[in-house]
């Protein structure tokens, strides 16, 4: 039989830096083990000081090479990054991850480089939920920047992207005709628009199109306007890409403006209470649902309500009003 | 000011077919008023009977044109048809969705066909369990066959299909090479898989492939097999598709199977489970959300857990504390 696993020794042995234990504790958080929970509540004083930051765009635009240079301008500054990559496990994703995982084996041997992936599916209180636990996980570790790397398709993957402080949208001059349709989401989620493979035949109708829509949209004195930075990249040496040292420019340019304008502390905020409310959810189902078990009485629910002699609304308010106290 | 809509006369007026009611009913789901909890309890007797098709696959793989095919094949069999379009709205989506529902418009005259978009975010229960409410509202309205179309990516639409009783997954030969990794998810998703635009080249092989793969795959005594259906469709009249009656029979024997094998009450039991836990969540939020609100509660535990001074783990704690009964 298991032993239950020592929650003080694993988080003691992830404040000390130790990757297996790292990695143990992620685990724990996508198996949904009860231990989970307490460790959490340990490692959460720990947390909150990292730079996070988001990269998104469609498959193809190039997040992984860029991710890949990222931490190599971020460890010549010697500042300890963490990657959290969040693998689309659609059955209709393919199979062009692992290329991907590939290219960040640069940094495989980098004790200053901590780099998991993550399925986007199958976690019990949804994928926002485990990647607010792993980000935390991997700055207790000692992340002073932490990159969240997702394709930007489906709810679950843009609630993501809204955990970062900095969120850089990667687009492809191929993409031209689909700027104009994507011109409410970039406001609403990018801070830096990455032109990449800015070689390509387009790419100047594409950075002036970007351009044309960030200048016609209004921001309120003091907002942060998007900014568009055009990268080429062939290859993931130092000398492989050009435009990276004015993107770690724009991104350090962010992150001065969150501190000059508090705006840190509002998306902080804002963090927390998505995060409280996802944590909320996810307790009380469990509750309520421990409640009901092994008292036969949901199984009834579900049987009256598939025959029709109940409804899910009401059946829901009956069982609100045995656990719930409507008054303190 | 706005009256307090009839809730009363806008579910009688969907009973009796009413499209504008039943628009109405479903812009109800979509902006989260607080009148659909009691609008969708007296339409839930109403429900449970229609058959309900979910078809997904890739952008491109030809799904709308499948739809309208249905549609008319549905229709050539006098069976009234739903169907709820479900546009994702990722901001890397593009604008292909408008030639989509163009092709749908062959319907618009037929008082049979019900055809409704929904996008694939900004729902507070999210977005299953606002299908499902959509859903409901169409067959309480009159259809006994509701076809789902959604983009199979991301955790949200795979759990849209989830709902249907029968899958289409779409795919085409140029998809060959992936395949191979989406196999466990063919298992999970598909009833049937319709091999589309099957005169391309490499459709033989992708056919032999798909069959290969079923093949390989074990089944448990009596389980349903899914099935390969090869698809050519250049149109959209009648003449314009070949393929499509073995589909309406696969479709058939599918629902066949279901009702012999009892298996349709183990998926209306599973559907009703899902959903239950949904309303849950969501009314559980709610209340509690509610209960905080004014209070300044909700901000101060906010900003203690930003400042450090607290976690989110422990305030849920407190919380629940205050308002679940651990004992009956």
Redesign the interface.
């Known amino acids: 039989m298991n032993k239950r696993p020592d929650i003080d020794q694993m988080v003691n042995r992830l404040f000390s830096g130790d990757r297996r234990a790292t990695a143990r504790l992620i685990t724990w958080v996508e198996d949904g083990m009860e231990e989970t929970?307490e460790a959490?509540?340990r490692i959460?004083?720990r947390t909150?000081k990292a730079k996070i930051i988001g990269i998104t765009?469609?498959g193809g635009a190039g997040k992984s090479t860029l991710t890949d240079h990222l931490i190599r301008k971020f460890r010549e500054q010697d500042k300890t990054v963490g990657v959290v990559l969040v693998d689309?496990s659609?059955?209709?994703?393919?199979?062009a991850f692992l290329g991907d995982r590939i290219r960040l084996q640069n940094h495989s041997q980098d004790d200053g480089v901590y780099i998991r992936s993550m399925a986007?599916?199958g976690y019990l209180g949804?994928?926002s939920r485990a990647t607010y636990d792993v980000i935390r996980i991997i700055e207790a570790m000692g992340a002073e920047v932490v990159i969240v790397e997702t394709l930007?398709?489906?709810?679950?993957?843009?609630d993501v992207i809204h955990i970062a402080h900095t969120c850089l949208?990667v687009v492809t001059p191929g993409?031209g005709?689909?700027i104009?349709?994507?011109k409410?989401?970039?406001m609403?989620?990018a801070t830096i628009i990455v032109l990449n493979k800015a070689d390509l035949e387009g790419a100047n109708a594409c950075l002036r199109h970007l351009n044309t829509t960030l200048s016609a949209a209004s921001f309120e004195e003091g907002e942060w306007v998007p900014k568009v930075i055009p990268t080429v990249s062939v290859g993931g040496k130092p000398q492989d890409i050009q435009g990276i040292d004015e993107l770690i420019s724009a991104i350090q340019e962010h992150h001065a403006h969150l501190q000059k304008t508090d705006a840190i502390?509002q998306i902080?905020?804002e963090r927390?209470?998505h995060?409280?409310?996802l944590?909320?959810?996810d307790?009380?189902?469990k509750?309520?649902?421990k409640g009901l078990k092994g008292t036969g009485r949901?199984k009834r629910?579900?049987?009256n309500?598939?025959k029709?002699k109940d409804?899910?609304?009401?059946?829901?308010?009956e069982?609100?009003k045995?656990?719930?106290?409507t008054k303190?």
């Open positions: 929970r959490m509540r959460y004083p909150g765009g469609a689309p659609s059955p209709f994703s393919g199979g986007s599916r949804g994928l930007g398709a489906g709810q679950d993957e843009i949208l993409m005709d689909d104009q349709a994507m409410a989401g970039i609403e989620i502390d902080k905020s927390v209470e995060e409280l409310g944590i909320f959810k307790e009380l189902q509750l309520i649902f949901k629910y579900i049987e309500i598939v029709g409804d899910p609304y009401s059946v829901v308010d069982v609100l045995t656990y719930i106290k303190e």
